[in-house]
């Protein structure tokens, strides 16, 4: 079993700057793209960003420029920069990651989610 333990939420003024931190940890043998999710108050999930193991990464138009994903594979770990804050990145944040797990003498990959974080942007 894998977890994903996510911080770094709270409340920003607009303008303001966030970091996210989103932990793995469990039956990992290796992770490929993680990635962030956000789901505002009546609307559906949507991907924000996404980084491949190799370090490519991707962004959804509304944060190109002002978010920036970064990870420390030694330790597992993804982290999201959100910069010049508006109040409609408000949403709960969601850490999305692939990981493949040896069990026994079979590899296995499956998607895991962290438990989301608040993101309020208000002043």
């Known amino acids: 079993q894998v977890q994903l333990v996510e911080s770094g939420g709270g409340l920003v003024q607009p303008g303001g700057s966030l970091r996210l931190s989103c932990a793995a940890s469990?039956?990992?043998?290796?992770?490929?793209?993680m990635g962030w999710y956000r789901q505002a108050p009546g609307k559906e999930r949507e991907l924000v960003t996404v980084?491949?193991?190799?370090?490519?990464?991707n962004y959804t138009d509304s944060v190109k420029g002002r978010f920036t994903i970064s990870r420390d594979t030694a330790k597992n770990t993804v982290y999201l920069q959100m910069d010049t804050l508006k109040p409609e990145d408000t949403a709960v944040y969601y850490c999305?990651?692939?990981?493949?797990?040896?069990?026994?003498?079979?590899?296995?990959?499956?998607?895991?989610w962290g438990q989301g974080t608040q993101v309020t942007v208000s002043s």
């Open positions: 980084i491949t193991s190799a370090g490519m990464t």
């Open positions: 999305n990651a692939e990981v493949v797990s040896l069990i026994g003498f079979k590899f296995e990959r499956n998607h895991y």
């Open positions: 469990g039956s990992i043998f290796s992770i490929n793209a």
